[in-house]
């Protein structure tokens, strides 16, 4: 944690007081939503224990430490970008989508935005990416966890309305349960269509079940209000 910190010392010897970090989760499953983070922590936070989500794999550490992140907090907000939408436009679009729309959440706005190995189109707030950001930025890795928590309540969630694909275990990533259960149903609404391990299969008609399992996601994770579906076209970003 403390290496983390020591890289933002230079923005703050530069005056930049009001730090953010943007990381994402969820660019490989097969099914279910991209999820940005957009955190602005206090310059004095130094919640022991915070690191690139995929380097805490205990969920119930990540829980804890994504609640202590929202506590300590000056701002954080999340984006997200569903199945179709990445369908439609693709999953690099989609993740820059759904990484906008975190940031247009983000209340204060902030001075500079550190980012994850993207630049985010169509917002005004100066930016910097950094490859592997979220093993070198406190922020950014604050911001990796809480995406990492938020997507995996909301799987949990889906898991109910969408049963037997086992989204509840592998989070929609293309493990051998999750193959397994494509080959015996056929995909579900929360499938990329466009994958080529999901579009092997015709696709089931199934109702959206969508709103009500964020709206619980937010609420047992605690981020507040949600930013989707309000998608721009890849021309426009």
């Not at 805490?56 to 179709?84: F, K, N, T």
């Not at 397994?180 to 056929?186: C, E, I, N, S």
Request: aromatic share 6%; with cysteine.
């Amino acid at each position: 944690m403390w290496s983390l910190r020591r890289r933002e010392a230079p923005y703050r010897e530069r005056g930049v007081r009001s730090l953010a970090g943007v990381d994402e989760v969820g660019v490989a499953p097969l099914a279910g939503p991209v999820v940005a983070a957009a955190v602005i922590m206090p310059e004095e936070s130094a919640i022991r224990g915070v690191n690139d989500s995929k380097q805490v794999l205990d969920p119930e550490v990540r829980a804890e430490l994504a609640r202590a992140i929202l506590d300590e907090a000056v701002g954080a907000a999340i984006g997200i970008s569903g199945p179709r939408e990445i369908d439609r436009i693709n999953i690099y679009w989609a993740t820059l989508e759904a990484m906008r729309r975190a940031v247009s959440r983000l209340n204060p706005v902030p001075d500079l935005i550190l980012v994850d190995a993207r630049k985010i189109p169509s917002i005004d707030i100066p930016q910097e990416a950094h490859i592997k950001g979220d093993e070198h930025f406190y922020q950014i890795a604050c911001a990796s966890l809480l995406a990492k928590h938020f997507r995996d309540s909301l799987m949990r969630r889906l898991d109910l309305r969408y049963p037997g694909y086992g989204f509840a275990n592998h989070k929609g990533y293309p493990t051998p349960e999750h193959r397994d259960a494509l080959k015996r149903l056929g995909p579900c609404w929360l499938h990329r269509r466009h994958f080529r391990s999901v579009a092997n299969w015709q696709q089931e008609t199934m109702d959206e079940l969508w709103d009500e399992p964020v709206a619980e996601a937010a609420a047992e994770t605690g981020v507040g209000p949600v930013a989707e579906n309000e998608a721009l076209s890849p021309a426009e970003i």
